[in-house]
DNA sequence: CTATAAATTTAGACAGGTCTAAAAATAAGT
DNA sequence: ACTTATTTTTAGACCTGTCTAAATTTATAG
């Protein structure tokens, strides 16, 4: 249907719009892909040809309709392998990403309805991302940062943002993972890192950085 | 590694290769994998500069030791997927395999060795072809086309050395697989068809064009 | 051995995608 | 408003892989 690369640069736009209203831009674009702006002046000449987005020279650019389909489908594919590579296949969550990233291209309609069977209907990946439904429907969880979060509030971890091997590891190694339960602790006002008590238990000390890199909601057993 | 369009010619010549000592031609390789034979002449240039085939003009290929490896693994990843979306996903055997030649380019080592691993380490393909080892062995069959076999002997299928849809319905139509055991009853001596019994039941009217490409050996139960 | 046919390779063009360097447009600073 | 800095786009080149048409080599038939 459309190249591997077409599809690469829909699913960046897609990724880059996704938590805001803002056109996207050519070097955020460029960044995300690690190619040069140049390159992707190009493309999105040749995407808004296709109808694929809405594209204004030097003003940026969003998705049409047509384009946000493939984008989520692209990543439905995504979310859905990587489900299957750690529950069925038993590979971490830290690995998986590169995997999912060249499995997200093929496009076979019965592998993915039955690879969606298979694996139970999943809402979610090994992340926390929602999988986005056959017809294109993507449910928005309204969790937050944890970097944004309050003091003393139960908390549960419900998704990470960032899916390199070094992030996940790291989790790994701190015992920190999607359903952890936490509270915080502390703020240090210097540099924004927190101690913080998972499950009822071991203390940590996890920088902002990382912080702003979990994705948590106020628990429900305190409400 | 390779790019995909490199793969896909190693493997076809790997294939034209497999049941014969001779040089596989430019035309062979074109035919197989409906090319010019133009284009392919400038991919061997290529391929022989990498050291991944023997090549001398006009006198036709083999593959290097590098090359053949290349080949199998690509050929052992394309089987494992066959056997994973037939056993797990319930696809139909006559589905499968252009989504095969597609999974069949991905490329990770502890992906193979799980899959591998999840589905038992298979011996064989939903359609009878061997799966080489991880170090790139390859167990060749000893079947036998059934046109070039005897009557009145106990065989069983073994193989199909067509997986085109049409072919692999029209077996599913006969209720012809593998493991179905058979004797040539008959052979027509004007266009080589042939009346078989199967399962000991039903009677089959199969061409010549039917036998030639189903594999079977001389059953065990006679020995 | 020679003429013709068949197979194969080369030449030249093109499409998709990427890059560097240069030009153009927009944004920022005073 | 004017000048500079930043962002974005264009121009020109290159790489992979494909095609058609033409040239070359090898095979086949008298
Ligand atoms: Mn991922
Ligand atoms: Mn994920
Ligand atoms: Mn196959
Ligand atoms: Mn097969």
């Not at 880059?16 to 960044?31: D, F, G, K, M």
């Not at 389909?69 to 998986?96: M, P, S, Y």
């Amino acid at each position: 249907m459309h190249t591997y690369t077409e599809e690469n640069y829909l699913k960046a736009i897609y990724k880059l719009s996704e938590h805001s209203e803002e056109e996207v831009t050519t070097n955020a674009i460029a960044e995300l892909l690690e190619t040069k702006s140049s390159s992707v002046s190009d493309m999105l000449r040749k995407l808004a040809e296709k109808d694929l987005i809405h594209y204004t020279k030097y003003r940026g650019v969003t998705l049409t309709e047509a384009g946000r389909q493939v984008a989520v489908r692209i990543i439905r594919k995504h979310r859905l392998w990587e489900v299957f590579l750690v529950e069925k296949l038993g590979l971490g969550w830290e690995e998986v990403h590169p995997m999912a990233e060249e499995l997200e291209h093929i496009d076979f309609e019965r592998l993915i309805e039955r690879l969606d069977a298979f694996m139970g209907y999943p809402k979610r990946d090994p992340h926390g991302d929602p999988i986005p439904s056959a017809s294109g429907e993507v449910e928005m969880p309204r969790s937050c940062k944890l970097s944004e979060m309050n003091l003393a509030t139960p908390l549960l971890v419900t998704g990470i943002s960032n899916h390199t091997t070094a992030f996940l590891q790291y989790l790994d190694k701190l015992d920190l993972g999607l359903g952890t339960k936490l509270v915080i602790d502390e703020i240090m006002p210097f540099d924004r890192s927190m101690l913080v008590t998972i499950n009822q238990g071991k203390q940590l000390h996890l920088s902002h950085e990382v912080a702003k890199n979990i994705l948590a909601v106020v628990s429900e057993s305190q409400r």
